[in-house]
């Protein structure tokens, strides 16, 4: 059982970059699939999820309208298009896995996700 996270990599102020989070040994369409980040320095924080059928989401403040997360549950795999990228969203960005259902308010306790991805680097330069 494993979450893949990837995409990362290095872009200039204002670019974009697509991750994705890719599940293999179970089906992801169960499952509440969330975002966090980590900057140096900084604990986890949760930028953005999506329930299992696609039709609820949540989004961080600092990244509304700028994010956009998505899934194809044929394809077993959620993606994070980020957008307008600010040098404040360098991070490790991680995807987790929550078996509980998300409708509506935020992220869950991080004790509520069951795996987690290795995570992958976004460096937004200035």
């Known amino acids: 059982v494993q979450l893949q996270a990837s995409g990362g990599g290095l872009v200039q102020t204002g670019g974009s970059l697509r991750l994705s989070c890719a599940a293999s040994?179970?089906?992801?369409?169960?499952?509440?699939i969330a975002w966090f980040r980590q900057a140096p320095g900084w604990g986890r924080e949760g930028i953005s999820q999506i329930s299992s059928s696609g039709s609820n989401t949540y989004y961080l403040d600092s990244v509304k309208g700028r994010f956009t997360i998505s899934r194809d549950n044929a394809k077993n795999t959620v993606y994070l298009q980020m957008n307008s990228l600010r040098p404040e969203d360098t991070a490790v960005y991680y995807c987790?896995?929550?078996?509980?259902?998300?409708?509506?308010?935020?992220?869950?306790?991080?004790?509520?996700?069951?795996?987690w991805g290795q995570g992958t680097l976004v460096t937004v330069s200035s």
């Open positions: 040994g179970f089906t992801l369409d169960d499952y509440t």
């Open positions: 987790a896995a929550a078996r509980r259902q998300y409708v509506f308010g935020t992220i869950f306790p991080l004790d509520d996700y069951v795996y």
